[in-house]
């Protein structure tokens, strides 16, 4: 399964990816994010795997991350492994007069049918960016 979602980010282009780097203000906008564990390297350099722990509720989830390439500040591509699921986000920060346009082609695959319509999936990643939007519209100026 193949879509892709944008987001306009009315901040400048450096901003965005600086805080989207950022390990410490990770868990500020991620929601349900615990813990980062780095296994290979720092976290959020390319190469480099680890996991990001999720709590919601009683329920607990441990999500491998590996950062395939980031190309400083167009691009970051990220791989999220779950037991039955493979998904792959290409990252771009395009930069439109002092704001940044965020585009991410995502790709999954799975062991096992998940039996839901591809919109829940755009739903959801667009969710997840636009929480990312609101934490960084609530930074305050640059």
Known sequence: MKYQVEVLIE???DDVVAAYLDIDMM???EKGLTDIESV???LFE????GYLHFSFGDQTMKMKVTNEKITIPEQIIQIYEVPGAWNRCDNHFIDQNGHTLW????EFRFAEDP???IERFI???K???VLFKDFMMGLGDA
């Open 11 to 13: 901040r400048k282009r």
């Open 27 to 29: 868990k500020k906008w």
């Open 40 to 42: 290979k390297g720092s």
């Open 46 to 49: 390319e190469g480099s795997e």
């Open 103 to 106: 585009i991410m082609d995502v």
């Open 115 to 117: 039996n839901l319509p």
């Open 123 to 125: 739903e959801q990643t």
């Open 127 to 129: 969710a997840g960016m």
